[in-house]
């Protein structure tokens, strides 16, 4: 199985900046394409980003947070990041990385983190 934990979490005004790290261990790394998905109080989980596997060239953005936010790779470090900018009180949530074996970014996440609470204040 692959592990992954979440973290740099926390609380930040409304316009700030979080950085969000999942690191990976139990299986290769970088040959999974990885994502981030939020799930606020009483909503469904909701797709974030995604990174493509290897070098990490493409990336898919929800419409929410497009402009927003980044994901990227380090396969060295077993890490995918998400860089979170103009943080918006609807950004609110926990935020879990997943992994996935597939090809492209719509197929099934099989590995997911126990998460992380993102608090976004107004």
């Known amino acids: 199985q692959v592990q992954l934990v979440e973290s740099g979490g926390g609380l930040v005004q409304a316009g700030g900046s979080l950085r969000l790290s999942c690191a990976a261990s139990?299986?290769?790394?970088?040959?999974?394409?990885m994502g981030w998905f939020r799930q606020a109080p009483e909503t469904e989980r909701e797709f974030v980003a995604a990174?493509?596997?290897?070098?990490?060239?493409?990336?898919y953005y929800a419409d929410s947070v497009k402009g927003r936010f980044t994901i990227s790779r380090d396969n060295g470090k077993n890490t995918v990041y998400l860089q979170m900018n103009s943080l918006k009180p609807e950004d609110t949530a926990v935020y879990y990385c997943?992994?996935?074996?597939?090809?492209?970014?719509?197929?099934?996440?099989?590995?997911w983190g126990q998460g992380t609470q993102v608090t976004v204040s107004s």
């Open positions: 990174i493509s596997s290897w070098s990490g060239s493409r990336t």
């Open positions: 139990g299986r290769p790394f970088s040959s999974y394409i």
């Open positions: 997943a992994a996935q074996s597939g090809y492209n970014f719509f197929a099934q996440y099989d590995y």
